[in-house]
């Protein structure tokens, strides 16, 4: 089956979706769109949670049914992992690395996140330092911040405030 590519406006930018054969397989932003809007029923659903989310309405990305199309064995199991955090919940590097093998896979928890296929759905963004700083983020830590006040959360000077 053919894989379907749309974009949606986000932040600054716009949000691409991929789906194949009725799974979202990428959501990736970037500063320009050069697909058309939704025309399936996936990402006209998947279009509407992300309009509420960026409102401020705590949104549950875990019905979209997502397929990974790559990544290694570990890093499916840490998107997994990922997935199930819900909406405004963080966790840190180390918490992840502790469910996929141990806590000494932390840095490479970090790098599986930065390969993440699915912003958002797969919220890599909740994912943070033990001593609450950010961390890093494949599209910038002002995006990042931009994702997690969305969420409820004061950042100051790249850290979370409890």
């Known amino acids: 089956m053919d894989r379907i590519y749309s974009c949606i406006k986000f932040y600054r930018g716009y949000l691409i979706i991929e789906e194949e ?11 320009r769109c050069e697909f058309g809007e939704p025309s ?3 990402s006209h ?9 960026e409102e401020g309405f705590p949104i549950d990305f875990r019905g ?9 064995e570990f890093d499916i199991m840490v ?3 990922v997935r199930k955090i819900p909406y405004g919940g963080l966790r840190t590097y180390k918490w992840v690395a502790e469910r996929v093998l141990d806590s000494r896979y932390s840095r490479v928890v970090g790098r599986s996140l930065s390969k993440n296929p699915i912003l958002i759905v797969v919220p890599c963004h ?7 700083t950010l961390g890093g983020f494949t599209d910038g830590v002002e995006f990042k911040k931009y994702l997690l006040t969305l969420e409820g959360h004061d950042i100051r000077d790249n ?4």
């Open 21 to 31: 054969s009725g799974y979202l397989t990428g959501l990736s932003y970037s500063s």
């Open 40 to 42: 399936t029923s996936l």
């Open 45 to 53: 659903r998947l279009s509407k949670l992300i309009s509420r989310y």
């Open 64 to 72: 979209i049914p997502i397929s990974f199309r790559y990544g290694s």
């Open 79 to 81: 998107w997994t992992v």
């Open 126 to 132: 909740r994912i943070i330092k033990s001593d609450y």
């Open 159 to 162: 850290k979370v405030i409890r």
